[in-house]
Every structure is written in C-alpha cells, then in structure tokens.
C-alpha cells in the first residue's frame, strides 16, 4: 500500500477525505449560523420588549417564550461549532505520549466511541421527542418539539463529525481530524 500524498504538509489529499473535511466544514457553518441566528433574534426581541415595556408599559408576552426554543439552539450550534473545530473540552497527557500509529488508532476509537454516544443519545431520545409534540408553549402556541429537535440537531451533526474524524483518522489525516487529540 502506498503512502498517501501530501500536499504542502497539510496531511493526506485525495476526493474522499476533501468530501469528510467539506461535510465537517458544512457542519460548522450550519452551526456559526444557528448560532448568530438565534442570538440576534433573541437580543431584538428583548430588547424591543424592554423599550416597548418602558414606551408605553406594556411589552411583548411572548418574548420570553421564544427563548425556551431558540436558547437549546444556540447551544446545539455551539456544541457543532466546537466539535468540528476540534475545540472541545480534552486532557491531552495521552496523546502527547504516543507514537503517531498510536495515536491514529487512539483517535479512531474515541472518535468512534463519540459517534456511538451520539446516536444513542438521539435514539433514546425518541419517547421525549414524541411526548414534546403534544407539549405547546403557552403564549406562542408552538410546541415544545421545535426546542427539542436541536438535540437531534446537535448530536445527529456531532455524530457525523466523529464519524468523518474516524475516516480521517483511518486514512492517516491526523493532524487534520476534528478532534482535539491532534
């Protein structure tokens, strides 16, 4: 088997894994613009709550409620954020200790061990999803699914990013894997 080329000291090239580090990238995006989606839309609306509660003494009552959908998320573009870019909470004291054969393999079974915790996360989920439906916000109206659905969101895209980072990994991509043991 060949060694896999390198192009400018970036690590391994080659279509499929400029597919895995594209579909991480396009987690990250998604993650960048829930995220600044929900903060700006949470800071307008209270803001113009408060100017309009202070204006004419009366606010907007469902401003507070937008929150319980729109808070998990901006955590879930967060949790994407930091999962793709490798920036999650790690010790390192291992990894920095191994050979770099180690550490590939090191990386491939957290990661796989990650993809694992995720999906079960979302399958396990599934009775409080469908119990959510029939939950609904008492002002706005909107159920509580739609807060919910972020942890689909958020560990479904975590549960892709560590199975790109195993690929990676596997393919010899190490210093390029998402994870933060690189």
Known sequence: MSEPTRDMGQGPTGPFLSACRGLTALLDWSGRIVAVACLAVMFVLLFVNVVLRYAVGDGIPWAYEIHAILLPWLVAGGVLIAAAQGRNI?????PNLMSANALRW???MVSLLIF???????WTGQPTFRAAQFQSLATLGLKQVWGYASLIYAFGGMAVIALMD???ALLGDIRHAGTSLS
């Not at 790690?90 to 291992?94: F, N, P, S």
């Not at 694992?116 to 979302?122: D, E, G, M, R, T």
Request: charged fraction near 5%.
């Open 90 to 94: 790690a010790i390192t004291i291992l």
């Open 106 to 108: 090191l990386m491939v």
């Open 116 to 122: 694992v915790i995720c999906v079960s996360v979302v």
């Open 166 to 168: 195993a690929t990676r």
